[in-house]
């Protein structure tokens, strides 16, 4: 049985810096692509960074350069640092596992199987 458990979530200023942790129990994410999604109120879930199983990573346009995907493939931990908030990243954020062995690892919501429950952040001053 895969789970994905998010924390890490918060609310914090504009400007500020969050850690977004996500433990994988039920299998070994260092052979898959991993990513992060989040949902804004009223809004589709969209892609913010995926990290493939050699260490190549993807942003969306609206995180490059504040946002950093990794992962610690000994503790099976998937991590997203958020540095420089701003409100527009208010959302649920949500790790989730594309278990395709040849995934593009791309920051489509449709090729990702399994999904965590999500951790909110909130931007705001």
């Known amino acids: 049985q895969v789970q994905l458990v998010e924390s890490g979530g918060g609310s914090v200023q504009p400007g500020g810096s969050l850690r977004l942790s996500c433990a994988a129990f039920?299998?070994?994410?260092?052979?898959?692509?991993m990513g992060w999604f989040r949902q804004a109120l009223g809004k589709e879930r969209e892609g913010v960074a995926t990290?493939?199983?050699?260490?190549?990573?993807r942003y969306a346009d609206s995180v490059k350069g504040r946002f950093t995907i990794s992962q610690d493939n000994a503790k099976n931990i998937l991590y997203l640092q958020m540095n420089g908030l701003k409100p527009e990243d208010t959302a649920m954020y949500y790790c989730?596992?594309?278990?395709?062995?040849?995934?593009?690892?791309?920051?489509?919501?449709?090729?990702?199987?399994?999904w965590g429950r999500g951790t909110q952040v909130t931007v705001s001053s």
């Open positions: 989730a596992a594309d278990v395709r062995s040849l995934s593009p690892c791309l920051l489509q919501r449709t090729d990702f199987h399994y």
């Open positions: 039920g299998y070994s994410f260092s052979n898959y692509c």
């Open positions: 990290i493939n199983i050699v260490g190549d990573t």
